[in-house]
């Protein structure tokens, strides 16, 4: 198995172009910087990510509801929620090429591109500024959301008066947010659209602490149980120096990537600032009613806030292998099979017209209860090579044997282990083995 620190960056960018997962946006124009497209199979590992997130925070708790809030908002949401004034980076321009560089990452006080001197510092907002309606002045400027928090913000009072929650309780979202990156690269990990999964929750203002380490140990148990490996996952609390305009306490989860420790998620403590600046700029009071205490307050905010991207680029990583097979070499993605592209992969060993006919069958018998792909193409072992690549947890090969008894054989992806079962039972077995039961027992009515 590869140690994390031999799988570079250009393994994961090819491998993700290659096959499908993730593609240079408008790449016939030259492409369009720090943006990304997301092919057959990138969308199927987002959408399980998203999946297996939405599961975990909305689906099987009863504190916390979901909402799908629009990305352009009322523009006094931006000067309520202090990004209008504090969303920015400090930027010097070279006057010589004219290139913009963020003062805070310079290493030398000249132009890193032609060592041109650069101009005094200017602050820069990282939001994309648009127009609502077709005049383009002052009054009609909105701009693209940089983060999904804000819509659920501004509803706080709707969902509380609709789902009668009480504290603690919280309100969730996935969705895309823009930003004006100045500095990027590597690969998706920053880019300028991108999406995230937020959830806010909110809590009396004496258990703030509880709450925060509580999401804490959520959201890293989050990642190890949807594969990553413990020793690549850290925590990083925030300096006071670092904090965003509005958080008391914030901690990084920290993923270790070919580039060294970055964030994947952060988790903030962003006190009662959201909903005490939207309570002033709309005149709406947000605060809540304690039917305990009879008193009203503005509940305190925890966030852990993901990025969709930066995850999926985490777990294409960490499931990143490589082997030694005969004269060459196995690629595989030990993906956790709740986000593998497909679950499993359908192989008529030939092309002969019944052995086809057969795994079509199993293939449409499959197909209503997992997502399975069907492969006729080149010999078996450069089939099984192609799903290994892509994650797929288990290959079905369709033999002639099977014309007599009915039954196939189950390959799984990362011990090559094989076991036979009844056609009649596949999905079954094949749903028991997703859901981790172990690969070599064979069910009761394995027959020798
Ligand atoms: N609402 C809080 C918030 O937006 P953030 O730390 O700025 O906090 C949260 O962003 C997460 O969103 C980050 O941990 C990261 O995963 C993702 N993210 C932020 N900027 C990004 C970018 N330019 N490209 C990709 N993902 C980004």
Redesign the pocket.
């Known amino acids: 198995m590869l140690e994390k620190s031999q799988v570079d960056m250009e393994k994961i960018v090819s491998l993700s172009q290659r096959r499908g997962f993730i593609f240079q946006s408008s790449e016939i124009y030259g492409g369009l910087a720090s943006c990304w497209d997301y092919g057959p199979l990138g969308v199927e590992l987002k959408n399980n990510i998203k999946k297996a997130w939405w599961r975990s925070i909305v689906q099987e708790r009863d504190d916390i509801v979901g909402i799908d809030s629009s990305i352009l908002m009322h523009p006094k949401t931006w000067e309520a929620s202090g990004h209008i004034q504090g969303f920015t980076d400090p930027l010097a321009e070279c006057k010589e090429c004219h290139l913009r560089w963020r003062i805070d990452e310079l290493k030398s006080a000249n132009c890193p591109n032609c060592n041109g001197e650069l101009t005094e510092p200017q602050r820069f907002n990282l939001m994309f500024k648009t127009f609502i309606g077709p005049v383009e002045d002052k009054a009609s400027i909105t701009y693209l959301r ?4 804000q819509g659920i913000f501004v509803n706080f009072h709707n969902i509380l008066n609709t789902t009668r929650k009480r504290l603690p309780f919280g309100i969730a979202q996935i969705g895309k ?1 823009f ?1 004006n ?1 100045i500095t990027t690269g590597n690969f ?5 659209e ?1 999406e ?1 999964m ?1 959830l806010e929750y909110f809590v009396k203002p004496d258990s703030d602490e509880h709450w925060l380490n509580y999401w804490l140990e959520e959201r890293l148990r989050w990642y190890i149980n949807l594969g990553i490996k413990q020793g690549n996952l850290r925590l990083r609390q925030h300096g006071q120096d670092e904090l ?1 305009h509005y958080a008391r306490n914030c901690y ?1 989860i920290d993923y270790l990537f070919p580039m060294g420790w970055s ?4 988790i ?1 403590n962003r006190g009662d600032f959201d909903l005490r600046q939207h309570s002033e700029y709309s005149g709406k009071n947000l605060d809540y009613f304690d039917g305990d205490t009879n008193g009203h307050y503005f509940p305190i905010i925890i ?1 852990p ?3 969709v ?3 999926l680029l985490a777990f294409l990583i960490d499931a990143y292998d490589e082997e030694p097979d005969k004269d060459e070499l196995r690629v595989l993605l030990h993906l956790h099979p709740d986000l593998a592209p497909y679950k499993a992969a359908i192989l008529p060993l030939s092309r002969r017209p019944p052995l086809v006919a057969l795994a079509k069958d199993v293939y449409d018998s499959v197909r209503r209860h997992l997502m399975v792909s069907y492969d006729n193409s080149q010999s078996i072992g450069r089939r099984y090579r192609r799903q290994d690549e892509i994650g797929t947890p288990f290959c079905v090969t369709v033999d002639f044997e099977s014309l007599n008894d009915n039954q196939v054989t189950i390959r799984d992806r990362d011990t090559m282990n094989q076991i036979r079962v009844p056609i009649e039972e596949l999905t079954q077995v094949l749903i028991a083995k997703l859901a981790g039961e172990n690969f070599v027992t064979q069910p009761l009515w394995k027959t020798e």
Not at 146 to 149: D, I, L, V
Not at 188 to 192: D, E, L, N, P, Q
Not at 263 to 266: A, K, L, R, T, W
Request: glycine residues 6%; proline residues 3%; without cysteine.
């Open positions: 940089p983060e999904t928090a947010a930003r990156e998706i990990f920053r880019s300028r991108f995230q937020e965003a990084d964030e994947i998620e952060g903030a966030e806030s993901a990025g991207d930066r995850s």
